[in-house]
Structure formats: C-alpha cells, structure tokens
C-alpha cells in the first residue's frame, strides 16, 4: 500500500470518529448497543467477538459468537490498549503507524500487549471525552473497523458516515 492509500485511510477514518460520537453513554447504554451488536452479527451471519469496557478496562459488556475463542479475546484487549493509548481507532493508529514507517516496538511498546489493527473504537461523547472502547474480533481488521463503523452509525442514526469501500 502506498503512503497515499495509508493518508486516505487514516483521513476517513479521522471524520468517521469525529461524526459516531454519544450524547451519553452509561453501562446500561453499553449493554443495550451490545445487544445491538450482537443482533447485527446473527442478521449478517458472520462469526465475531465483540466487548464494550470502560477506559479503566472494566468489562461492560461481552459476547463471543460459536466460532470465536479464546485468541479474539486476546485481539480485543490488545487493540483495547492501543486505543487507549493512541486516543484514538486502532485502524487509525495502523494507517498513521504505516505513514511514519512505526511499529509498536518503535514506542517501547510490546506486540503482546498492544497491535496496530483495525478493530478497537474509541466511544467519545460529543465534547470529546473518551467515556469506552469498542472492539471486535475475527474478521480481517478492515472489515472489523468497517463493522463498527457502520454500526454505530445505524445505532446514532448518523447519514453521511464515510466508508472505505470507497
């Protein structure tokens, strides 16, 4: 992929996370989007994993489809991470990660604990506090993002969102 295709992702994806913001979002919020969530992915027919945790890494809510295990679980707290710490989606911390030529280690950091993928969302309030995370698991990471993304924009009732189907 070129630096182009990295700066045209990480620039949908930067308005895709500007528009899916929350006018509130508690536990019970957490607990009827999962529910969401989960109908969406027997609706699509496709196996997923699937957590809502607060920023402290509190679980708020959790499901793992048939064909899921123990790994996807593994890929979401690692992405989970990485959201934390980039502030940002993990498919936007990939693309600016593949910008700057930066792997996880270039930070210090360990690919055990952090991955720079698609798949982990961060979950803001309209002022822009970071309030959870959302994150899948088993598909390839774009289509992990792109799950989310079309999601939330269902679910916030958001037109216009940005696709990087093109």
Request: proline share 2%; charged share 20%.
């Amino acid at each position: 992929m070129s630096n182009e295709s990295y700066e045209w992702i990480r620039a949908i994806v930067d308005r895709q996370e500007a528009m899916l913001r929350f006018e509130h979002f508690s536990n019970d919020d957490a607990w009827e989007l999962g529910q969401f969530l989960v109908q969406r992915i027997h609706d699509l027919g496709i196996e997923m994993a699937v957590a809502i945790r607060k920023p402290n890494g509190n679980i708020v809510f959790q499901y793992a489809s048939g064909g899921t295990n123990l790994n996807n679980q593994n890929w979401m707290l690692r992405k989970f991470n990485t959201v934390m710490l980039m502030e940002s989606s993990s498919l936007r911390a990939w693309a600016h990660g593949a910008i700057l030529g930066e792997q996880i280690q270039t930070h210090g950091l360990s690919d055990h604990d952090y991955v720079l993928c698609g798949g982990g969302f961060p979950i803001r309030l309209r002022t822009g506090e970071l309030v959870a995370v959302l994150t899948v698991s088993n598909l390839p990471h774009i289509e992990d993002h792109q799950f989310i993304v079309e999601s939330l924009a269902q679910w916030l009732k958001v037109d216009g969102v940005p696709s990087l189907d093109g």
